[in-house]
Nanobody, 118 residues
């Protein structure tokens, strides 16, 4: 079973930037589509961005042009570069293997908290 460890969150002012990192274990990482998910306070977890094994990306409308997902298969790591952060980006961020709009591959990790506030 793949284990996922997210890091890089923190408190940032509106307009600031953060880079999240997801480290994965397991031998099949390079062939798996990976996603970053956000759970805002009081809301359901939602897909923010995904990246295929070949590097094709998809973004939620709310983050297009501000967030960039990338991966390094040699390090079994997925990144989420977040720029121009807004208060509504606040939430707990997780990574997981993407199977569909509401389906993921693995157990959820602990996530990393992102708080955007002045």
């Amino acid at each position: 079973q793949v284990q996922l460890v997210e890091s890089g969150g923190g408190l940032v002012q509106p307009g600031g930037s953060l880079r999240l990192t997801c480290a994965a274990s397991g031998s099949s990482f390079s062939i798996i589509t990976m996603g970053w998910y956000r759970q805002a306070p009081g809301k359901q977890r939602e897909l923010v961005a995904s990246i295929t094994s070949g590097g094709s990306t998809m973004y939620a409308d709310s983050v297009k042009g501000r967030f960039t997902i990338s991966r390094d298969n040699t390090k079994k790591t997925v990144y989420l570069q977040m720029n121009s952060l807004k208060p509504e980006d606040t939430g707990l961020f997780y990574c997981n293997g993407y199977l569909g709009p509401t389906t993921t591959r693995f157990n959820w990790g602990q996530g990393t908290q992102v708080t955007v506030s002045s």
